[in-house]
C-alpha cells in the first residue's frame, strides 16, 4: 500500500507541474499583452512567478520520490 501512495504522490506532484508550468506562458502572454496595450497589471508577474515556482517545485519534488523509491 506504501508502495502504491507513493506512486499517487509524483503523478500528483507531475500533474501539478503539468497544470502550472503551461501557466506561466499564459500569464507572460497576458503581460505582454497588458504592456503594448500601456496597461500596466502588476500582479500578473506575481501569479506569473509563483506558476513557475510551483511548478519546479513540483518537478523537484516528483524526481526526489523516484529517487527515493529506487534508493538512488
Known sequence: INHQWQR????IALAVAFFCLPGVFVFELFEWHFDNINQN???LTCWEETFELLGMYSLF????LIARQYQL
Open 61 to 64: 519534488l516528483a524526481t526526489t
Open 41 to 43: 497589471v502588476a500582479i
Open 8 to 11: 499517487q504522490q509524483v503523478y
